[in-house]
């Protein structure tokens, strides 16, 4: 995906958004209303995912190995995140609010077309996953 947005109503399956990059200002977008399976971002370089994980009961937003070697992009979710792991080369924190205004618009929209109060939905807490490396193999290939 290098561009355009997609809303999904309810879940998203296994390795939604991968290798997701953006291209000068063509900005990827997913909102996802559910939760997503594992995988999610795998690979990501650009772009915005937010997942809502609105009516998901017990379970966990992501499935298992969210973000693996994402090295751009930023990934927002909602909600508890207790039980899920990230691997090393991400930071997983609490949104600040400038971040937050960023995907308000997106937010909207997904509420808009799908009935759900967007007031309710933003207020709630969004933890910002991104990557820590723009190159997180590096280390694979160059002797430190």
């Known amino acids: 995906m290098r561009g355009g947005k997609i809303y999904v109503?309810?879940?998203?399956g296994y390795r939604a958004g991968i290798h997701m990059k953006e291209y000068k200002d063509k900005v990827p977008v997913i909102v996802i209303g559910g939760v997503a399976g594992s995988f999610l971002g795998e690979y990501q370089a650009g772009g915005i995912i937010v997942v809502l994980g609105l009516e998901r009961g017990d379970r966990n937003i992501v499935g298992h190995f969210p973000c693996t070697g994402m090295h751009g992009g930023m990934m927002y979710l909602r909600g508890d995140l207790s039980g899920i792991k990230f691997p090393s080369q991400v930071t997983a924190r609490k949104a600040t609010p400038e971040e937050i205004d960023r995907i308000k618009e997106y937010v909207f929209e997904y509420c808009q077309l799908f009935g759900y109060d967007v007031n309710?939905?933003?207020d709630s807490s969004f933890t910002v996953v991104t990557p820590d490396s723009k190159n997180p193999y590096?280390?694979?290939y160059v002797a430190t």
């Open 120 to 122: 309710k939905v933003l």
């Open 138 to 140: 590096k280390q694979m």
């Open 9 to 12: 109503k309810g879940d998203a």
